[in-house]
């Protein structure tokens, strides 16, 4: 017999059928973006073989050296969205300003904000990548919309994704009725339900952060951090691992998985220079804090709540420490002592 795997859109579908006055637009507008991470997802399996490796020699709004690849995915992400008429505009991570629906497209109402290759520094190296995004309501004049319009705390968010492109190709995704996630069918072109609900376990012994920066760290994470190190013989009593990938999404995935937290905190460096945070809140820390949370676990600058930040610009950056639920309280009773 057939064995029947739900796919993703069947999947929204279904999801939809439970929302009262739900018109299908969402459902189109996820399938467009699904569409988009597939053709991602196939750029990046055949890298140099499609000549995607390698600068792009420009550098995006926050001063960063763009790779080829964020280019080239930030335009997937533009032309199969663009056209539908869910959306009445879109924000990237690799765009100064926010996107316009081409004149002639119809507009719809919803915003779509994305970071199309997290992580691109690891292309070249040939470890996992990850496309994130988030979906927002368009409130007010969407025929006209405006960066303004973008400015909601990530507990407005309707949806928020990631697609990672490991070893297998994953989309996961939360409509804040829990977390499921997909893989890739090559097979059939088709992202298929195989982890249903996935949570966080609430315990973990697992820790990820950039520990180079250490020195410059603010003493609630230098706390935090050296606690662990110190395994069995230190207050913890146990033993800890440490990861670092260098791409957001495999590291939450990760935890999404065997639990963990991740930690990108501000330091005295960022201070100094005036910045709030390494990663952005629209493109990164809002999307993934809505996931984390979904599925148990939490999420915050170390001070506050991520979700509930009142954002103040486009590519406002913040501190993020997430995952586990205890790791995640214990280090923010850090930042309160
Ligand atoms: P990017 O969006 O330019 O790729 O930067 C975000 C990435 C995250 O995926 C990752 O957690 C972090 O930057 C890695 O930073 P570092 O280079 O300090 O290790
Ligand atoms: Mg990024």
Known sequence: MHNHRTSVTQFIIEEQRKLQGATGDFTSLLNDVTTACKVISNLVNHGELVGVLGAAGSENIQGEEQKKMDIITNDVFLQTNEWAGHLAAMASEEMDDIYHIPDGNPKGKYLLTFDPLDGSSNMDVNVSVGTIFSILRCKGDCQNPIAEHFLQAGTEQVCAGYALYGPSTMLVLTTGQGVNGFTLDMNIGEFVLTHPNMTIPEETREFAIN????????????????????????????????????????????????????????????????????????????????????????????????MEIQPKELHQRVPVVLGSKNEVERITSYHNE
């Open 211 to 306: 520990a180079s920066n250490m020195r410059h760290w603010e003493e609630p994470v230098k706390r935090y951090v050296d606690e662990c190190l110190q395994g069995k013989e230190g207050p913890r009593g146990e033993d800890f691992n440490m990861r670092w990938v260098a791409s957001m999404v495999a590291e939450v995935h990760r935890i999404l998985t065997r639990g963990g937290v991740f930690m990108y905190p501000i330091d005295e460096k960022m201070k100094a220079k005036g910045t709030e945070g390494k990663l952005r809140l629209m493109y990164e820390a809002n999307p993934m804090s809505f996931i984390v949370e979904q599925a148990g676990g939490a999420s915050t600058t170390g001070r506050e709540r991520i």
